[in-house]
């Protein structure tokens, strides 16, 4: 049988006025359901911080260390770097290109605002291994372990931007779940990495939450060009005599 592979073909409306109705619909659908998630996760992580003394949180996770966490927690922590986003934007391709940009503008914020909290606002926060007793934490060989800028992690702001972002995308609360207990290990691997205090963390969370919310609700309030109501199809054609074997 001869197929006939046609590449991202642009899907367009049979209306020509976009159906801005029907994406707002769509965003507005889970919001509820994943504001209380992520929300109630974020003001935990500051309750515990603010319960839990500054210091112990990390000697505590740290102390619990073996070789195959220290495999485990360096694998989990790097859902925490940009590349995270890539797969929820080319997903969204073939959604609509609306979430692409929405993607792509919690990915760019979330960014900024990590970058001006870190460098600009927070910029004389110690990290774990200037503050602490280096003799009773657990250090992984060949392991780069930060001493400044700690608040806040910038991991666990892009993952929680990101499974904000890919919750709404879905529109499923299971993987809604599964994705902010991503997002919580990799909370957890920063302080368990020494990379962070739990504040940190927190902090983190709070800024990736918040960018991907104030999104959604930005583009639900703006002009939205017709393109931005097309998506990628891929088709698959096949001969009429391939079809009649």
């Given at each position: 049988m001869i197929f006939n592979f046609l590449l991202?073909?642009?899907?367009?409306?049979?209306?020509?006025?976009?159906?801005?109705?029907?994406l707002r619909a769509a965003s507005k659908s889970?919001?509820?359901?994943?504001?209380?998630?992520?929300?109630?996760?974020?003001?935990?992580?500051f309750i515990l911080s603010a319960?839990?003394?500054?210091?112990?949180?990390?000697?505590?996770?740290?102390g619990r260390n073996s070789d195959l966490w220290?495999?485990?927690f360096q694998f989990i922590t790097r859902f925490g770097e940009g590349w995270v986003f890539v797969l929820p934007v080319l997903i969204a391709l073939f959604v609509r290109f609306y979430w692409v940009a929405v993607g792509l503008a919690m990915?760019?914020?979330n960014g900024i605002l990590c970058t001006i909290a870190k460098r600009v606002i927070f910029t004389n926060v110690p990290r774990p291994i200037a503050v602490l007793d280096v003799n009773q934490l657990h250090f992984i060989p060949g392991l780069d372990v930060h001493s400044s800028f700690s608040f806040p992690s910038g991991h666990t702001a892009t993952i929680f931007c990101a499974a904000v972002f890919t919750s709404f995308l879905v529109r499923n609360k299971v993987v809604s779940v599964v994705l902010l207990l991503l997002a919580l290990l990799v909370g957890y691997s920063r302080i368990y990495l020494l990379q962070h205090f739990l504040?940190?963390?927190?902090?983190?969370?709070?800024?990736?939450?918040?960018?991907?919310f104030a999104m959604v609700y930005l583009f639900e309030r703006i002009r939205i060009p017709a393109w931005m109501s097309n998506y990628l199809t891929?088709?698959?054609?096949a001969t009429k005599s391939a079809m009649l074997k």
């Open positions: 991202f073909q642009t899907s367009k409306s049979n209306i020509e006025t976009y159906d801005v109705t029907m889970p919001a509820s359901f994943i504001f209380c998630l992520y929300g109630g996760s974020v003001l935990m992580l319960i839990i003394e500054k210091g112990k949180d990390v000697l505590w996770i740290n220290d495999i485990f990915a760019i914020l504040i940190d963390v927190a902090g983190g969370a709070c800024v990736g939450v918040f960018t991907g891929i088709r698959v054609a």
